[in-house]
């Protein structure tokens, strides 16, 4: 069945994982916890981020739960933030965060379009901070479609934000792909009815990925050796 749409995640998908978000934490967290090394600690544990490594550790709820329950998370250690005030804040500090491309992501959008595929970005950051990124990216034009958490169609793993590219961008679901680096990805998509394509520029282990997708490829360059398969 041809595929005539391919819906991104962003963070492990467009961007490589590690490479635009540790350094991105261990800031947040020094600026949040305002030189309080205990507040530091609990805020680290809370999102499951070892601040010696200075890395996220995989199982961490930041890899694909929204901005707002990451919110969630940290608020209570976030004294002088109400939630909102929070949940603004780190979708502005997403938006400025260092962006690593998992490929040349120009080149490779425009590679899709010139083969008449429909491209679009579901995320469960905020919708402000992926269209900066997706801006700063020199990207954000390729896309039909941008959605996040807060867009109004709920987050992934619940298809309903899929469903709402779909009728956006007027393909059907069985025509569409779902690219993404996590199981949440992947649930979203079974869900929706797409096919499923996992990329191991996130966390998640190819053997984690592999039962809940058609292909699982290094990263979003293989998409068109696959689609010529």
């Known amino acids: ?62 890899i694909a739960s929204s901005n707002d329950e990451v919110a969630e998370a940290l608020a209570p250690y976030v004294a002088d933030m109400s939630l909102g005030e929070l ?30 595929k429909v491209l679009g970005v579901m995320t469960n950051d905020a919708e402000s901070s992926a269209r900066i990124q997706l801006q700063r990216a020199g990207v954000l034009d390729r896309f039909a479609f941008v959605a996040g ?26 025509h569409t792909a779902m690219v993404g680096d996590s199981l949440h990805d992947l649930e979203a998509g079974a869900a929706a009815g797409m096919r499923r394509i996992g990329v191991l520029t996130g966390m998640a282990l190819r053997e984690e990925l592999a039962p809940h997708a058609d292909i699982v490829l290094p990263d979003i360059g293989h998409i068109a050796a696959w689609i010529d398969r």
């Open 1 to 62: 069945m041809p595929v005539d749409a391919f819906l991104f995640d962003k963070d492990g998908t467009l961007f490589n994982f590690a490479a635009t978000w540790n350094g991105w934490a261990a800031d947040l967290l020094e600026t949040l916890s305002r030189g309080d090394r205990a507040v530091k600690q609990a805020m680290a544990e809370a999102i499951s981020y070892d601040l010696e490594r200075q890395a996220f550790n995989p199982d961490s709820l930041v």
């Open 87 to 116: 949940t603004a804040y780190l979708a502005e500090s997403a938006a400025d965060a260092e962006l690593a491309p998992a490929v040349p992501l120009a080149e490779f959008l425009d590679g899709l379009l010139a083969r008449g």
């Open 149 to 174: 958490c807060d867009s109004g169609h709920g987050s992934k793993p619940d298809p309903d934000p899929l469903l709402a590219f779909c009728k956006a961008a007027g393909v059907a679901p069985e």
